[in-house]
């Protein structure tokens, strides 16, 4: 059975950070691109990081020089740090791991208070 599992997610100060991570089993994150999606109450999902076998990452422009994207593949574990949280980054965010198939997380909820 496949199953992407997040955690870290609660209520932060502006400002604060936090650590999500996304532990996989079932599959295996080698060789795959992973990555971290968010969607807050109302709006769109939303790209906010991915990270590449080889390492690669992409961040969207609201997080940049604010969120690192990490994985450890022997752990089959993908994170995301989140420096300097805004409330505007208060949404569920979603682990998910991009190829042929893909897979996601159930979700984790970030709250960021002013």
């Known amino acids: 059975q496949v199953q992407l599992v997040e955690s870290g997610g609660c209520l932060v100060q502006a400002g604060g950070s936090l650590r999500l991570s996304c532990v996989a089993s079932?599959?295996?994150?080698?060789?795959?691109?992973v990555g971290w999606y968010r969607q807050a109450p109302g709006k769109q999902r939303e790209l906010v990081a991915t990270?590449?076998?080889?390492?690669?990452?992409y961040y969207a422009d609201s997080v940049k020089g604010r969120f690192t994207i990490a994985r450890d593949d022997d752990k089959n574990i993908v994170y995301l740090q989140m420096n300097s949280l805004k409330t505007e980054d208060t949404a569920v965010y979603y682990c998910g791991r991009f190829g042929v198939s893909t897979y996601w997380g159930q979700g984790t909820q970030v709250t960021v208070s002013s």
């Open positions: 079932g599959i295996t994150f080698s060789r795959n691109v």
């Open positions: 990270i590449s076998s080889g390492g690669s990452t």
